[in-house]
């Protein structure tokens, strides 16, 4: 249906009037491209920012104790207190909506001194002592062999899951790893796994890379602990809030640990539904941004070229009067002029598309290639005691 | 071939009417070759308007070659227009930005023929009016006489029965004008009716016969011949 007259006509209707076709077609390039870049851009930092928290369970709070700031029950403030391996059967038993609990020590702060020994290598590591259930509530991705299971905590046996960096620092390539044997402040430990974080941006107590797993068991009794908890790691059941299960837990654990119901300053927590909510909010309103910003400039588009065909319509009123004289039917005029200025926008706007995407492909190659040298995270690196 | 009886046209300006044709009767017979003449404003350009169905009448009756034009829509209008009526310009109203040949053979293109078909044809009707050579040119590149004979060539080339010419000396010079009558002469005598509307005396004279319009109703209907012999 390829009409030679028609593209003819369009073809020098446009050209007699350069500046009118590329102020117009610049308007439709223009809506299209900035609504492209902005999309994009806020897709990009959207998908950044998701990324780096992976595939951290989102309904999920943390809790750990820090000093008290009233005094409670005969106890003076700025008492040091912590949690103890009875708080947790107590939570389980009393909070039905806990789906998962992950008690975790950390005796050694995010790292401690050159504290792993393995051959004549020595490195400075974040050691915790951790439950299996902590890999379903901040997951990785295992490499080699497994995570730490129940038998491994029932029977407090010595074993280890390393990061991949404590991996590449102390075993040679060569090394078989599984099963060699690593000294922990003075311990030695079996090597039963290697992992990679799967998301880099949210750490608790030290990097993950250079973390090392241990039973919760075995470190209790190793490093002569006694019964303490530092962390525990919940989450909420399907359908119920982290936020609400977090408050229930503190309020447990004030009571039996004696503090101050209304002393907040007593525990440090995160709960991370929070902070997913906030950053969902935020990217909606860009997002909403985005789309009110880039339909009004299409809309400023599409106005000017409504414009435009107003002007050739005013402009060619006589011929247009030829043409119905000499038998042109009212549809084949207005097909003549919508076919020109569709034409006109679409090739406008497909330009704007391929322009707009092929700008966000190469600021994408150009992150892409940087992204070894910087890690942007979204939320603070970590969260220590 | 043309019927009017009782033609009425009012034009509505805002507020203000202008009653233009006011009862207009006049009769041209299939073969014919006649002028309106008229002072402007007397009606003459409404009046072919509505002959050449590009505006309705309000009241009155219209008969084209035997058909009642009465409320067409805009598309029956454009396919009567297209077979029936040949229009020549004052202005010539060439497409600027189409050649000589293409020019002749749009109405052939708003009929839907091929394109090939259609410019053979075309360059058929270009050589009638002697402008073979000049197949290719742009309207710009003609004098006004080429022009004009290109813009007849368009009006015969659809085949219809009756040509409106408005004006089609009163941009040329006396030579070309008499080139321009004779030319629309050759026409007339193919059978095609020719209705001229001018206000040159010399030009009407060319003519069978000469309808006179004043003030909207048709003043004198004079044979030219009888004109003659006085």
Known sequence: MFDRDKWQEIYSSLKSNKLRTFFTAFGVFWGIFMLIIMLGSGNGLRNAVYEGMGDFATNSAIMFTRQTTMPYKGFPRGREWLFHTSDMEALIKNIPEIDQLAPRLQPWGGNGGNNVVHGLKT???????????????DPVRLLKGRFLNEIDLQNKRKVAVIGNRVHDELFKITDPVIGEYIRINGVYYQVVGVFEPKNKNINIGGEKDKSIFIPFTTMQVSYNLGDDVHYFLVTAKPNKSASVVEEKCMKLLAERNHVAPEDEQAFGHFNLEKEFKKMNGLFLGIRVLIWIVGTGTLLAGVIGVSNIMLIIIKERTKEIGIQRAIGATPWRIMSQIITESVTLTAVAGSFGLVLGVFLLEMINNMLASSAEKVKCSGIPKSISR | MIQLKNIHKTYYIGQNSLHVLKGVDMHIEKGEMISIMGSSGSGKSTLLNVIG??????????????????????????????????????????????????????????????????????????DKVGLRDWANHLPSELSGGQKQRVAIARALIAKPKVILADEPTGALDSQTSLEVMDMLREVNQTGITVIIVTHEHDISMLTDRIIRIRDGVIGENIIVEKLNQN
């Open chain 1, 123 to 137: 490195g400075a590591y974040n050691i915790t002592g951790d439950y299996p259930a902590i890999n379903k509530i």
């Open chain 2, 53 to 126: 169905i590009l505006d309705n009448y309000d009241d009155g009756e219209f008969i084209l070659d035997g058909k009642l034009i009465r409320d067409l829509n805009e598309t029956q209008a454009a396919k009567l227009r297209n077979k029936t009526l040949g229009f020549v310009f004052q202005s010539f109203n060439l497409i600027t930005f189409k050649n000589a040949l293409e020019n002749v053979a749009l109405p052939l293109y708003y009929q839907g023929v091929k394109r090939k078909k259609r410019n053979i044809i075309a360059m058929e009707y270009l």
